[in-house]
């Protein structure tokens, strides 16, 4: 396989042309149940391992959420049991805490440090809870 551009969208080349695949960051495209659930999940701004899709977990009944900060900013977040590729760091707080009884930590990518969401504690569970947007995969 090897990839190359066209009208700004990235195409991957495979051996036979009905396998080529076009991706293009502005269109989201609708993709069939053949993707692996053990996929992995990347940092958009440095393309390091943060995770993969068969991390994925439901928290208050869902794996995504969707919430803003106090200055208003939204994020959506996906809920991750594992993310090896983050680094958590500042100390533990339930400050404007989105997900009841938990305290939380930032996630920052472990190689280019870009923050790419928050690591929940509630009791005697832990969970990544990353921002989608940051994240390619």
Not at 4 to 30: C, H, K, M
Not at 78 to 103: H, K, N, Q, Y
Request: hydrophobic share 35%.
């Amino acid at each position: 396989m090897y990839a190359g551009t066209l009208s700004g969208a990235t195409v991957f080349y495979r051996d036979s042309p009905d396998q080529n695949v076009i991706s293009r960051p502005d269109v989201q495209q609708e993709n069939e149940k053949t993707e692996k659930e053990d996929e992995a999940l990347v940092c958009l701004s440095c393309l390091n391992q943060i995770t993969r899709r068969d991390h994925a977990v439901r928290v208050s009944g869902s794996h995504t959420h969707t919430f803003f900060n106090p200055q208003g900013i939204v994020f959506e977040l996906g809920c991750f049991r594992e993310a090896p590729g983050c680094l958590v760091m500042g100390e533990a707080t339930s400050e404007f805490t989105w997900f009841a009884d938990s305290v939380w930590r930032f996630a920052l990518c472990r190689k280019c440090g870009i923050h790419l969401g928050w690591h929940y504690e509630m009791r005697e569970s832990r969970f990544y809870g990353l921002i989608l947007t940051r994240l390619l995969g």
